[in-house]
């Protein structure tokens, strides 16, 4: 049973830049959230998907923006970098209903915006 | 604003030691209380607590909700080095419809000494 998957693993890019990370759910979820690591911190919620639609948004800018395709799988766009962008971006997968909606994490992709 | 907190922020003891690991919550439609373990990257899932004053067992770690006073702790008994790690506490939420979100505190860094 696979579980979470998440590409690239790292990743470097220039302020200014844009970035797609991409997400693939474990076997069975529907539903993609997304969050922000910051070194020292725990993870902070970005948005969530579900059904191809964007149901719940952190406190995080338009800068921030996703997709979630037919095959539950999910991308995350960062436009405009900038050096806070910096951080470890987790993605969590979990089935939308009752007792199992414990979110399962993927392993990350690390940023480096310089 | 929805807010975790966890203590301490860094412990360290010797192998055999036995560990509490505070959490403390205050998050608006709150669901359930999850613990997390994280190494590397990826948080891997402990616990989830629903209900309050039940415990939940594995192995040596178990945790324990206190709806009332809104808080849980995690307990490790007979510490082992593999248990160093950061152990964060999320508070899963609902907002508008069936959307959900955890809110993570900054995690606790155990160090367990041979």
């Known amino acids: 049973d696979a579980g979470v998957t998440q590409s690239p693993t790292h990743l470097i890019k220039t302020r200014g830049q844009q970035v797609t990370l991409r997400c693939s759910p474990k076997s069975g979820h529907d539903t993609v959230s997304w969050y922000q690591q910051a070194l020292g911190q725990g993870p902070q919620f970005i948005f969530q998907y579900y059904e191809e639609e964007e149901r719940q948004r952190g406190n995080f800018p338009d800068r921030f923006s996703g997709h979630q395709f037919p095959n539950y799988s999910s991308e995350l766009n960062v436009n405009a970098l900038l050096l806070g962008d910096s951080a470890l971006y987790l993605c969590a997968s979990s089935l939308d209903w009752g007792a199992r909606e414990t979110q399962y994490f993927g392993p990350g992709t690390r940023l480096l915006v310089l | ?114």
């Open chain 2, 1 to 114: 604003e929805d807010k975790v907190v966890q203590s301490p922020l860094s412990l360290v003891v010797h192998e055999g030691d036995t560990v509490t690991l505070n959490c403390s919550y205050e998050v608006t439609n709150f669901r359930s209380l999850l613990w997390y373990k994280q190494e590397k990257k990826a948080p891997t899932f402990l616990f989830m607590l629903t209900s309050s004053g039940i415990e939940k067992k594995s192995g040596r770690l178990s945790s324990i909700l206190d709806k009332k006073e809104l808080f849980s702790i995690l307990n490790i008994t007979a510490t082992q080095t593999g248990d160093s790690a950061v152990y964060l506490c999320a508070a899963l939420s609902s907002s508008s419809g069936s959307a959900r979100q955890l809110t993570f505190g900054s995690g606790t860094q155990l160090t367990v000494l041979p």
